[in-house]
C-alpha cells in the first residue's frame, strides 16, 4: 500500500531561515531525528558521521558573525536585480534556531579497507549526506525546522568545533520548533531561483540536454 503521508512530507520539507520561534527541544524528539539520521546507508556500513549539538551561545555568536562577513562578501559580487533580490533573503537563523547540529565526516572511519569506497572516494562524503537528508525528513515529521548554513569557510567551522585535521565539518543546520513551514520554498518565493520540473532532468540511456531525442517521455 503506498503511504501518501510519506509524499507529503518530502514536498513539505523546507529550508528553514525566518520561522524558528527559539522554543525548547524535547531529549525523546532529539533522539528520534538523531536516530534517524545513525538509520542512513553508508559505503561499507562506515557511518562516517558525526553530530556536534552547539547550543552555546557564544559560539553561535562566533560563527554568526562570520557567517554575516561572508554574506557581505557575496553580495559584493552581484549587481542590479540579483542584488536587489539577495539583500530580501535571509540566509541564516543561527540565533533565532534553538541550536545548532554541526555534521562532520571521519573519512578514517573503517579505513583502511571502506567496502565500495576504494574506486569512489567521496562515496563517504555522499553517505554524510544521506543521513543529513534522514535528520531533515525526520525533524519535519516531528514538526522541527532545520536550515543548512552554507556561507562558511570550512577551515574556520573546523577551528570553531575543534576538529581533528582528518574531520571536515559538513554542514551546520540550525534546529528547533517553528512557528510554520513556507508552502514555497524561500529562494523561489522571493525571487531568486524557481524550481525546475521532473522533466529538464530525466534522459533514455545517455546524457541530454534540452528538447534532444532521448529525453525521457514522462507519463502521458
Known amino acids: 500500500m503506498i503511504n501518501e503521508g510519506f509524499y507529503d512530507l518530502i514536498y513539505r520539507r523546507r529550508d528553514v531561515r525566518a520561522q524558528f520561534n527559539g522554543g525548547p527541544v524535547m531529549p525523546e524528539v532529539l533522539f528520534r531525528v538523531l536516530s534517524a539520521a545513525n538509520a542512513a546507508p553508508s559505503v561499507g556500513m562506515s557511518q562516517p558521521w558525526d553530530f556536534i549539538l552547539v547550543e552555546e551561545v557564544s559560539l553561535r555568536t562566533k560563527f554568526a558573525e562570520h557567517v554575516e562577513q561572508e554574506r557581505v562578501a557575496f553580495a559584493g559580487l552581484l549587481e542590479g536585480d540579483r542584488l536587489s533580490t539577495f539583500e530580501k533573503i535571509k540566509i541564516e537563523g543561527i540565533l533565532d534556531s534553538s541550536m545548532g547540529i554541526v555534521v562532520t565526516y571521519d573519512a578514517k572511519r573503517g579505513a583502511p579497507a571502506v567496502l565500495g569506497r576504494n574506486t569512489i572516494d567521496d562515496a563517504g562524503l555522499y ?54 513551514l513556507e508552502e514555497i520554498p524561500d529562494l523561489e518565493r522571493l525571487g531568486w531561483q524557481a524550481r525546475r520540473s521532473l522533466e529538464h532532468h530525466v534522459f533514455s540511456n545517455k546524457y541530454g540536454i534540452e528538447d534532444s531525442p532521448n529525453r525521457w517521455q514522462l507519463l502521458g
Open 127 to 180: 553517505s554524510v549526506c544521506l543521513a543529513i537528508e534522514n535528520l531533515w525528513l525526520a525533524a519535519t515529521n516531528e514538526g522541527m525546522g532545520v536550515g543548512w548554513v552554507s556561507f562558511y569557510k570550512e577551515e574556520y567551522l573546523s577551528q570553531l568545533m575543534e576538529l581533528p585535521s582528518h574531520v571536515r565539518p559538513i554542514a551546520w543546520l540550525c534546529f528547533g520548533p517553528v512557528s510554520h
